[in-house]
Structures are given as structure tokens and as C-alpha cells.
């Protein structure tokens, strides 16, 4: 049956199912509104004792009574919290090669197996293609596990349903604020985008946060909901649920309405609190964006006085989304049960816009295979009449087989016989010597393939030795043991001449001691391997080491810095106090809730499979009370351990390949989880500045050195009491060469790549 031009948004919620209709509309920039329905669950499906199963097929059923879907296009929703939303700009690329870089962004990104998940991609409006090549392109990228698509098509599977749309409710809310609040893509200035406009859906125990100026897009959940402010009243003013969610939606109505008001404020205060954070760490992510205004959406959105309160607290303009300029149809739209529900189908609107193909974002996340399925059960019967039409041509065919073989004569086909077996003995010799020059084959291209990953690798350990090398801090290398003593005699004398300048009740302040003496660099004792065919098995018992090193000494020196001036404050300075993070007033609730940016999904928490553990055995002198905070371990960690862990940014030359001499990350040739092993206590230390003697380091070091004194008892030679810290780091290294291609062993297909 063909499609009609139809198409059912769906959208079942927690607390019921909401569909809206939609057709075209003679004016390209509107759709028609013709039939809408909205169910109600007897209760919410997140109360104890609600069946949500039987709720949602209840509601199913009673949809299916009330309305006339056959041969209509249905798009369904699911919730935002229940996949995966990136969106990824792309480096300067060509055209042709983005959907390969996709899937190797898409196997990074997605913290499954691909096999285990449905994902879709799609490149968003913007950016520039010239000659093939694109630049600041940006593209979105969504996925679901397979069993979360099964969970969220099976209500609609059973009620005989057929979806042509799977989407999550982000994109389709971000489909409306593009069609119906934003001039379309293709008519922005991506130098000039209007300001961004924040849409928050409001939902039963969570809020889908969407921020987008028509170019680019930018998605949160956020874990506070409708259920927040009913659980606040059933605890302040101890009443049961329903009840309190009865009383929640006439709020303004009630007996006492400031003591309700007061009863909410700490979620009103909760809900500021988190949208603001939000909201920062927006900005921070992208310094040029501007918030235009805040819409607010779903039931939970009319809760009184929410709008007032956050536009006071945000300093922003903050509206319900009160009408939906892109939709028309005087027989929905005016209809009292429309009207008083129309905030919860910003969803179903957004559904029905990328069922009609006017969307900006048109990914779907329906299974391929729910797809064929489809196809074949459709041609059924035209199969079934193709299989009928060729069981009677194999019958005619085979009563001609039949006539023709019972007039044959073994004597008339002697010659034939005979000229056959001589033509299968040599087919097959001809068989044997090809299978013969295929093993052979498949020997020359198995050795190739070795020679191959071995001229890829030759170069490896020298990209190993010089990426150390890159991370490793120095402080002007050229400078010799003679400069340092010149420069140490030449302060030494500056200081002697001020002091005699100086009057004897003069303070003399200390002449600064040159850089080149400070000693602000590493020095690398020994450095050592060893291969692991498992290194879970090296991982497990310095696995503590590996997650101090990469996060708690990572705010060491901030920590130190903060605590060193909160101790000793000016006189003449006042300490400040932090403001509220919306017009400088105090927002009650809100001081206690510190926003933590959410962890790279995609990073490994472990080491697996063959590779090596490099460890390294140094130490520095950077330990002087000038050098403080940055000494000992956080000095250690604010240079080497920063570099291996790539937050300086590309520093390791590739030495071969199709990078070769390009600045790439640690990461890329196979560096990764540095571990401080071992930190020594900061222990004093003699270095002589006389001439080199027998016996020491070659820089007049060494742990059992100690000055020479004279019969005078002062000092025989000239030297420094430095401060040194002893320290043996651990990092795995798996060899591999940026921008190679990695052959796959042959598996005997004939397809050799």
C-alpha cells in the first residue's frame, strides 16, 4: 500500500502518550496541523506500584481505537538519556573521505562494539567546500544500543505499528527551534550567527537541555524534572503523591499558595542552579556564542511563577513556548484539549517536521533490518505468485528431461562418455596446479605483508626516543658547566658590591640567580622495557599510582596556590565574595552544587593486549623556595607527565610514514596511562662550581659529595646546595605509526586488504 502524505509523531512519556498529524501546507514554511491525541496514564510510569508495560499498551491501544493510521508515515520519539549525542568538527578534509572519517570517529566516540549499537551520522549546515574540500564542517552523530532500539519499538511492534522514524527527542526538539524560531541554515552568516536560543523540555524526572543558532548544536540532559517539585511538596507538606502532584498543577488555586511556593523554592533553586551551569559551560566550550533567550516546554513548564524566576536568576529573557509559528490548522490548534497540552508536543512536532522532509536534522536510528523485514513481508504475495510460476516451469521442463531421456541408447553416447572423462582428468590436473600457484600466492603476499608492518615500524623506537626526548624540559641545553660558573661568580660578585654600598643597617636584597642555575629541566638516570603480552597484568597493581598521577595531582598546584593566599591575605585587600551566578544576588540553594564537566566516554579506564611498559628513573632540581608551588612531584607533573599525557598539545615529530615530519599527540604513535611509580622525599644536594674532579658526575655532582673545607675550616671550592627529587614514572607504549594503514591478515578470501 502506498504512503500517504500523512505522517503520526509519536511521543510516549512518562506520564502519557502524546501524536500529533501533520500534512504539507501550500506555504513551503508551514505545516497542517489535522488531528492530535493525548492520553493520560492513570499514574506516573516511575511510581512504585505502576505496570508500566501494561500503561504504555494500554494507552497504545486506546491511540490505535481513537485514530486511523493505515498508510500513514509514523515517526516515534525516545528519551535523550537513553543514547548518545556528539557533534564533532571536522579538520580541513575532503568531501569524498568524511564518511570514512565518520566511522573512525564513530568508533572512538560510541563506548560500544559498532556491532552492538545503531547509529547514524549526518553533516550539519555551515562550513566551506571549495575544490572538493571542506573546511570547518561539523557533523552529528547519534546511537543507541541495539537493545534499547528493541525496548523502545516493542510497544508499537506489538500493537502491529509499522515506524518509519526513530529519533531521540533532543533532535527533534532542536528540529523546532530551527524550523520555527531561526531563519533557515542556508540563510546564515556562519561569521554573523544570531544568538543562540536555549530550549528546555521538561519532562517527569529529567530535562533535555538543546542550545542552537540554526548552525550548530549543543545538547544536555539535565537530572531534575516535574517529579522534583512533587516529591518537595509530598515531604514539606506531608501528603501522599497524587495528592501532591494534583496540587503541584493548581498551585496558584490552592488554600495557602505562598506556603507552596515556599515549599518549592529549593527545587525552583536546584533547577536555576543547574540550567546556569549549563549555560557556563556552553560558553566556555565555544567563547563567541551569545544566549538569545530561554523557552521552556513540556507540562512541568506551567508550573507558576518558573519562567519569572528563572529570567530573575539568569538574567535572560525566559518565555514558555506558548505557540507554534510554523504550524496552522483552526481544527487542532483551537481545540481546549490542544491548548491546555500544547507544551508537551514541542516533541511530536518535531517528529512530524522530519516525517515531511522539512527537518534540519534527519538522522534515523530505525534498525536496517526492521526495514528489509518490512520490504519483504510487502512483496509477500507477489513472491509468492513468482515461486507458484516457477514450480510449473520446473515441471514442464522436467517431463521434456523425461521424454528425452527415455529415448536414450548407451550405445549412441559411448564416444561422448568417453571424450568426457578425458576432458574431467584434465580439468582436474588443471585444478590441482592452480590450487597449487594459490598457496603459493597466498605464502608471497603473507611475507610482503610482513616486510611491510616491519619498514612501517623501523622507525618506531627512534619516534619513541625522540618523543622523550620532546616532553622532556630544558633550559637552555647549549650552555656549558663554565657558563653556569661565570654566571654564579658574576652574581656572587653584583651581591658583594651592593653590600658594600650599602649602609650597615640596610637591608640588601639577594641579586637574582641567573636562569641557567636554576636548573629547570630533567635529568633522565636510566631508561628501560619490558613487553607484556597482557598489560592488565602490568596495570592492575600500579592501577592507584596511574589515577593519582592523572587526576589528583593534576590540581596540585592550584590547590597549593588557593590555600597559600586564602592564608595570607593583605592587609590593604579584601578578600572577595562569590557572587550568585545570575545578577549578583544570593540564590538560596544554589552556593552547595559545583558543576563537573562529564568524562570523555571514549577514554579507556585500562591497558589491554601486547605492548610495552617504558620506565623511566630521574630526577630534578627545580625544588628551590623561589620554585614553590611548582617543585618535587608537581613540577614533575606540570611538564613531563602533562606532555605524556598530551595536554601540551602535539610535540612528537612522526619520523616516517604519510606523517611523517608533522607534530602529532603522545597518543598517536601508542603512548598512553603514565604512572608516577615511585616519588622520593626533596633531599639536599652538594654541586661543585670548581673545575671538574676525578670521581664525580661530570657536573661536580654526586649523592656522597660534600664541600672540602680548608684548615680555616671555610670552604675549599666553590659550589651550590641545591635540593634534588628522585622519581621513577611508568608508561605503556604501543608502537603503531600515524596515518598507516593496517593490513589485515589474509584470511584466504582472495580479499587481501
Known amino acids: 500500500m502506498a504512503r500517504s502524505r500523512n505522517v503520526w509523531g509519536i511521543d510516549i512519556g512518562k506520564c502519557g502518550l502524546k501524536a500529533l498529524r501533520c500534512s504539507r501546507s501550500s506555504d513551503s514554511e508551514k505545516l497542517v496541523a489535522d488531528a492530535f491525541d493525548y492520553i493520560e496514564y492513570p499514574m506516573l510510569l516511575t511510581q512504585p506500584e505502576a505496570d508500566p508495560g501494561e500503561l504504555v499498551r494500554d494507552a497504545v491501544e486506546e491511540f490505535l481505537s481513537r485514530n486511523d493510521i493505515v498508510g500513514d508515515t509514523i515517526a516515534v520519539s525516545v528519551p535523550g538519556q537513553a543514547g548518545l549525542s556528539k557533534f564533532i568538527k571536522l579538520p580541513p578534509v575532503e568531501a569524498s573521505k568524511i564518511p570514512d572519517i565518520v566511522t573512525y570517529e564513530a568508533r572512538q566516540q560510541i563506548p560500544f562494539p559498532l556491532e552492538q549499537v545503531i547509529w547514524s551520522w549526518q553533516r550539519l549546515e555551515g562550513g566551506i567546500e571549495e575544490s572538493g574540500f571542506v573546511i570547518d564542517a561539523e557533523i552529528a552523530l547519534f546511537a543507541m544500543k541495539r537493545d534499547q532500539v528493541a525496548k523502545a519499538i516493542e510497544p508499537f511492534k506489538d500493537a502491529d505499528i ?70 518537595a511538596l509530598v515531604q514539606g507538606m506531608r501528603m501522599t503523591f497524587p495528592k501532591a502532584e494534583n496540587l503541584k498543577r493548581n498551585a496558584a488555586r490552592a488554600d495557602d499558595p505562598k506556603k507552596v511556593f515556599q515549599t518549592l523554592r529549593p527545587v525552583f533553586n536546584e533547577f536555576a542552579s543547574e540550567l546556569q551551569r549549563s549555560l557556563n559551560y556552553f560558553t566556555g566550550q565555544d567563547s563567541t556564542a551569545k544566549i538569545g ?51 508537551a508536543f514541542a516533541t511530536v512536532y518535531g517528529l512530524a517536521l522530519q516525517g515531511l522532509g522539512v527537518a534540519g536534522v534527519r ?58 572423462d578425458s576432458v574431467v582428468a584434465k580439468s582436474s590436473q588443471i585444478q590441482s596446479s592452480l590450487e597449487q600457484a594459490q598457496s603459493e600466492r597466498l605464502g608471497i603476499l603473507e611475507t610482503q605483508q610482513r616486510f611491510i608492518r616491519i619498514k612501517d615500524r623501523r622507525f618506531q623506537t627512534l619516534e619513541l626516543i625522540r618523543a ?66 597482557d598489560l592488565s597484568t602490568w596495570f592492575e597493581p600500579i592501577e592507584e599510582d596511574w589515577r593519582s598521577t592523572i587526576a589528583a595531582a593534576k590540581f596540585e598546584s592550584d590547590n597549593e596556590e588557593e590555600q597559600a593566599s586564602m592564608a595570607n591575605p593583605s592587609d590593604e ?181
Not at 545570575?582 to 540564590?587: D, V
Open 363 to 420: 538522522t534515523n536510528l530505525l534498525p536496517s533490518d526492521v526495514t528489509r523485514d518490512r520490504l519483504i513481508h510487502a512483496n509477500k504475495p507477489w513472491a509468492v505468485a513468482a515461486m507458484l510460476g516457477l514450480l510449473v516451469a520446473a515441471l514442464i521442463n522436467f517431463l521434456g528431461i523425461y521424454v528425452a531421456w527415455s529415448s536414450f541408447s548407451e550405445s549412441l553416447f559411448a564416444n561422448a562418455f568417453t571424450q568426457i
Open 162 to 231: 509499522e515506524i518509519d522514524i526513530l529519533q531521540l527527542s533532543p533532535v527533534s526538539l532542536a528540529n523546532v527551534v530551527m524550523f520555527d524560531q531561526l531563519p533557515k541554515p542556508s540563510e546564515v552568516d556562519p561569521d554573523a550567527p544570531p544568538p543562540s536560543i536555549v530550549l528546555a523540555s521538561m519532562g517527569v524526572d529529567s530535562t533535555d537541555l538543546v542550545i542552537t543558532n540554526g548552525l550548530k548544536i549543543w545538547q544536555r540532559t539535565m537530572p531534575i524534572g516535574g517529579s522534583n517539585f512533587t516529591r
Open 468 to 533: 622523550i626526548e620532546a616532553m622532556t624540559p630544558r633550559n637552555e641545553p647549549e650552555k656549558t658547566d663554565g657558563v653556569l660558573r661565570d654566571e654564579m661568580k658574576e652574581a656572587e660578585a653584583a651581591l658583594a658590591a651592593e653590600e658594600a654600598r650599602a649602609a650597615p643597617t640596610t637591608a640588601v636584597l639577594k641579586p637574582t640567580i641567573p636562569i641557567s642555575i636554576n636548573y629547570d629541566e630533567l635529568h633522565i638516570d636510566s631508561l628501560d622495557c619490558q613487553f607484556f603480552e
Open 293 to 343: 533567550q530561554v523557552l521552556l516546554v513540556g507540562n512541568a513548564a506551567k508550573l507558576r511563577g518558573l519562567s519569572d524566576f528563572l529570567a530573575k536568576q539568569l538574567q535572560l529573557e525566559v518565555h514558555r513556548l506558548r505557540e507554534f509559528k510554523g504550524l496552522e490548522g483552526d481544527l487542532v490548534l483551537k481545540t481546549p484539549a490542544f491548548r491546555e497540552n500544547q507544551l
Open 573 to 753: 585587600d579584601e578578600v572577595e565574595q562569590p557572587n550568585s551566578e545570575a545578577g549578583g544576588e544570593s540564590n538560596e540553594g544554589m552556593d552547595d552544587v559545583e558543576y563537573e564537566p562529564e568524562e570523555e566516554e571514549n577514554e579507556p579506564q585500562s591497558p589491554t593486549g601486547k605492548g610495552w611498559v617504558i620506565q623511566i628513573v630521574g630526577h630534578h632540581f627545580h625544588n628551590e623556595d623561589y620554585h614553590a608551588p611548582f617543585e618535587g612531584r608537581t613540577y614533575l607533573r606540570t611538564t613531563f607527565i602533562e606532555s605524556l599525557l598530551g595536554e601540551r598539545g602535539e610535540i612528537v615529530t612522526v619520523a616516517a610514514g604519510p606523517m611523517a615530519g608533522e607534530k602529532v599527540l603522545p597518543k598517536d604513535i601508542g603512548i598512553g596511562f603514565p604512572a608516577i611509580i615511585e616519588s622520593n622525599p626533596i633531599e639536599d644536594y652538594w654541586v661543585s662550581t670548581a673545575v671538574d674532579s676525578v670521581g664525580d658526575d661530570g657536573m661536580g655532582m654526586g649523592p656522597s659529595r660534600r664541600p672540602s673545607r680548608g684548615l680555616d675550616g671555610g670552604l675549599a671550592e666553590d659550589g651550590l646546595d641545591l635540593r634534588k627529587y628522585r622519581f621513577v614514572i611508568q608508561f605503556v607504549w604501543k608502537p603503531k605509526s600515524p596515518g598507516v594503514v593496517e593490513l589485515v591478515p589474509d584470511d584466504g578470501s582472495g580479499n587481501d586488504y
